[in-house]
């Protein structure tokens, strides 16, 4: 029995980070298909951006969307609410002047989901662009979020996000290692069942597939598997980038991850209609991989360990395998105990890969649990 738990995490784990990916990747190049830009290219964009304590970066995040609408001479609005906001973001908003603004500034505080849907309705665009405040996007991003939704069968799209560098640490560079695998696979998805899901800093979703938010949802996952429920695909185009900075204080992104994942377990949950591969195909097992199977992993970790310890003492490959399992988490420990420690390359995604991994643990223990997150406080260094 405990050999069985052995190799079956042990399969289970090399599924989730190899054999899936490559799977994918076969299977994109046998199979896939590319955009069909046969429709209209839409021409009108909404950016919907929620803030809360955003004065540093607000007014270039606004600055921002306006500049992308002026290179491609697209009908664009901005519309940023404020939510509980105690420092001087809304001082700063309502300092600019171009009419293609509106501020919405509600009393109190409801959380990131319900503050979108207090703005929902303001929505005129084709298009509704969802993003953070402080995240900026590269030039030509609203032409080529045009060509992609020409194509009539796209009902979402997310594209590439990319760490601010220049002010990135060992966890900046961390999660931004981990953006491109996730991103990579994102672009071997979209040519076959589509993306499974956006990215919260930046995404854009047809209007007609635009509903409210719950609020104990992350928004993002939920925009997405709406999208797909619907009877749409969602789209990554690399040609669309944003660049974001991360925190460098490895408790708040590990509060971050955690409220991310139980808000995202609940927002799968309520569409896990979509896990059924006779309705979704190539998408369910997309979902099932990228997203069900993948939130397991700590689990997986936990018990390949514990069974691989028992079997130590068989010797051979179980005993070369609870060598290098025990030194691996010895240098995560250590990594965890000397800042110094964790510049080291291989050591920073070692750390990287262990903080997520936890997170996802104690995210899905609070999901399970019935804690409902609703706030959060942006997570800057």
């Known amino acids: 029995m405990t050999a069985a738990l052995f190799w079956i995490s042990l399969a289970l784990l090399v599924y989730v980070i190899a054999g ?25 964009f909404s950016f919907l951006v929620a803030a809360h304590n955003e004065e540093a970066c607000i007014r270039d995040k606004v600055a921002n969307c306006l500049a992308l609408a002026d290179e491609g001479g697209f009908d664009v609005q901005v519309v940023v609410v404020s939510d509980g906001s105690t420092d001087r973001t809304v001082d700063e908003l309502r300092r600019i002047t171009d009419p293609r603004v509106t501020l919405v500034v ?14 929902l309705p303001l929505a005129t665009g084709e298009i ?45 560079k961390g999660e931004g ?13 979209t040519r076959l069942g589509g993306a499974v899901s956006a990215q919260g800093s930046f995404y854009a979703i ?15 996952f939920y925009n997405s598997v709406r999208v797909v429920a619907s009877g749409s695909r969602l789209a990554f185009d690399p040609r669309v980038i944003a660049t974001e900075q991360v925190t460098e204080r490895a408790r708040r992104e590990m509060g971050r991850r955690i409220r991310s994942t139980e808000r995202g377990w609940r927002a799968l949950m309520a569409h896990r209609q979509l896990l059924n591969p006779l309705n979704h195909g190539f998408y369910a097992w997309q979902l099932f ?20 310890l028992a079997l130590a003492g068989r010797g051979g490959f179980y005993a070369f ?10 240098v995560i420990l250590a990594a965890a105990l000397f800042l110094p420690f964790r510049k080291l390359p291989l050591v920073r995604q070692l750390f990287f890969f262990a903080m997520s991994n ?5 995210g899905l223990v609070r999901y399970v649990a019935g804690h409902r997150s609703t706030l959060w406080n942006p997570v800057r260094n």
């Not at 047809?206 to 993002?220: G, I, M, N, S, Y």
């Not at 936890?358 to 104690?362: G, I, L, Q, R, T």
Request: charged share 20%; glycine share 8%; with cysteine.
């Open 289 to 308: 991989s990228h997203k069900f199977l993948r939130r397991l992993t700590p689990f997986l970790l936990l018990v390949c360990c514990l069974a691989n």
């Open 106 to 119: 509600p009393e109190g505080r409801s959380g990131k989901a319900l503050a979108l849907n207090r703005i």
């Open 128 to 172: 509704v662009i969802f993003t953070d405040a402080n995240s900026l996007v590269a030039p030509g991003a609203l032409a080529a979020m045009a060509d992609c939704f020409s194509d009539p069968a796209i009902g979402g799209l997310c594209g590439e996000i990319r760490v601010d560098t220049a002010k990135a640490g060992s966890i900046g």
């Open 206 to 220: 047809r209007k007609e597939f635009v509903a409210p938010f719950r609020d104990d949802c992350a928004d993002d």
């Open 20 to 44: 899936y990916p490559l799977a994918l990747l076969v299977l994109a190049r046998l199979l896939g298909r590319d955009a069909q830009p046969t429709g209209p290219r839409p021409a009108s």
């Open 321 to 330: 395998a609870a060598t290098l399992q025990l030194a691996g988490y010895a």
């Open 358 to 362: 936890a997170a996802m643990a104690a």
């Open 177 to 189: 290692f981990y953006w491109t695998y996730d991103q990579a696979l994102k672009r071997a998805e």
